[in-house]
């Protein structure tokens, strides 16, 4: 028998049919790719949000789902009219939906649904919202609302409940401001009625035993929009296709043209084709030769900017969707740990500070210990230098005494990850990626994070995470700050060695 439709697969159908068929029907393929501990933390940080937001329906009645009977005890409190419900649930014959919160209004005789999402409610500059992403919450509820119905429930007014992004703690957490009701009833009407077919549709396609034939539709699109599920669905393309072509999701007619001539794999890519832009031309042309191409001349003037003292930084932080401190919003980073590599001059000894806070708001001391250890002279260096300066600025507004320096590193920091952006340096092994753990093995392979206990940011956050709340202790926590401490330094190493090796190279040596 076909397992039921759940809310997330519907969701998930929603996005991607074909990766939601293999999720279902290949769970042996789709559990290669686990979900990680920081997914994890992801969706534990969803049921601590629900949790939170429950505190605006006191009294609630909450259905363990856990429990045999769940479904008959809902029906049960459903008919005595139970006054608040969490996570009741109900099923029809091809679809199971738990529901947020249910609050019975007397008045209209039916119950008020509520759906409690961890995204926040946020709006750009000029007030719009992110079409797709409210419509996917619309659906979302629309998928709850059309299983209540179905089983006979009547349903009044239909809620999102949402983190309000604005919202900046002060002392203890304001429920009213830190979460915002939207009234979607009016629009449930159309998106109900969408929802029915979209869900008879997704059931019997997820039902099916066969794959569904043919290449998914990221076939035509860049590698940075594949899911793990793309070498399943896709076997004929190799690892390095014209999918990883710089840019090249950009130009959506050029890829569909190549792929139907039958070029896949870069060697292949026609060199003679005014389409093929300099730099994918760069690109194709070092993995058929092999050998770097390194624009020696532009290498050397970036590197000239620099100015002494060099201090390559990096930061981990930890997003989290409730404000544990005074001065944070909603998902604003809290960076409880830096690495810093410090070169005064071009003979003198590499220096290195780091720390790893825990307990309380780390920002304070962060800030003393990077204001005591950059100079006011030189350059701050970071790769992709955006995220490190969206945490400066945000420190620099969380601590009004350390907001000149904070400016400051912003205007000083150089982003060395744009010498192979701007392909100063290109190297066949970097296959058109330009990320450090990209490109550190490369050029530097006598460094490696592959052995490291901590390998990754989010295995950093998963550590801060344990850590804070006393998941791990004694010994196994002492291992896991200095594991921790070891990842981190070597992000700033990493970025030592990769500038050492462009200066060798820019020098002649
Ligand atoms: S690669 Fe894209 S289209 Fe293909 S299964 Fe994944 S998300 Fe869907």
């Avoid at 750009?124 to 006979?152: H, I, P, S, T």
């Avoid at 058929?288 to 930061?315: R, T």
Wanted: hydrophobic fraction near 35%; aromatic fraction near 10%; charge should be negative.
């Amino acid at each position: 028998m076909a397992s039921k439709l759940s809310k997330t697969e519907y969701i998930m159908f929603r996005e991607c049919p074909n990766n939601t068929w293999v999720r279902r029907q290949r769970p042996d393929i789709h559990s290669q790719y686990e979900i990680s501990e920081f997914e994890q933390a992801l969706a534990q940080m969803g049921n601590e949000v629900e949790e939170l937001a429950r505190g605006m329906f006191p009294g609630g009645y909450l259905i363990e789902q856990r429990h045999a009977g769940a479904q008959e005890l809902t029906q049960k409190l459903v008919a005595e009219q139970t006054p608040v419900l969490f996570q009741a649930v109900f099923a029809t014959d091809t679809c199971l939906a738990a529901t947020d919160v249910l609050v019975w209004n007397a008045g209209a005789g039916a119950y008020d649904l509520y759906e409690i999402k961890m995204s926040s409610s946020e709006a750009d500059g000029e007030g719009r919202k992110d079409r797709k992403k409210e419509e996917q919450f619309e659906y979302d509820l629309a998928f709850q609302a059309n299983v209540v119905e179905a089983c006979g429930v009547k349903l009044n007014k239909k809620y999102l409940v949402r983190l309000n992004r604005q919202y900046v703690r002060q002392g203890d957490l304001d429920f009213s401001n830190l979460f915002i009701l939207e009234d979607k009833t009016e629009a449930m009407a159309v998106a109900q009625e969408n929802a029915v077919h979209q869900m008879k549709h997704a059931q019997e396609y997820l039902s099916q035993a066969v794959q569904p034939e043919g290449h998914c539709p990221c076939y035509y699109k860049g590698r940075s929009a594949h899911c793990t599920s793309f070498a399943f669905i896709n076997p004929d393309v190799p690892a390095y296709s014209v999918h990883d072509l710089n840019r090249i999701g950009l130009s959506k007619k050029y890829l569909e043209e190549l792929l139907h001539a039958g070029v896949l794999h870069v060697k292949d890519v026609p060199l003679n084709d005014d389409r093929l832009t300099e730099k994918k031309l760069n690109q194709v042309r070092v993995h058929l030769s092999q050998e770097p191409l390194i624009d020696v001349v532009g290498l050397a003037e970036e590197l000239n900017k620099l100015e002494y003292p060099l201090y390559f930084l990096d930061y981990e932080t930890y997003p989290t969707a409730i404000p544990p401190f005074s001065g944070y919003r909603p998902y604003q980073h809290i960076v409880f740990q830096y690495s810093l590599h410090v070169l005064e001059a071009p003979d003198a000894e590499l220096k290195h500070y780091g720390d790893l806070i825990l307990g309380g708001d780390p920002a304070e001391k962060i800030a003393e210990a990077l204001v005591s250890h950059i100079g006011p002279k030189g350059t701050v260096i970071s790769w992709s230098k955006a995220f490190e300066n969206s945490r400066n600025k945000e420190m620099a507004a969380l601590m009004p005494e350390h907001k000149d320096f904070f400016l400051n590193v912003v205007e000083r920091t150089y982003d060395l990850m744009d010498i192979v952006e701007h392909q100063h340096y290109v190297h066949p092994g970097f296959m058109g990626r330009a990320s450090i753990k990209k490109v550190l093995p490369v050029l530097v392979p006598s460094l490696s994070y592959k052995e490291l206990p901590v390998k990754s940011g989010t295995d950093a956050i998963e550590g801060y995470r344990q850590l804070t709340r006393a998941l791990i202790e004694g010994e196994e926590a002492e291992q896991k700050q200095k594991d921790m401490l070891e990842y981190c330094k070597l992000d700033t190493l990493a970025m030592y060695e990769i500038w050492k090796h462009f200066r060798g190279v820019a020098s002649g040596v």
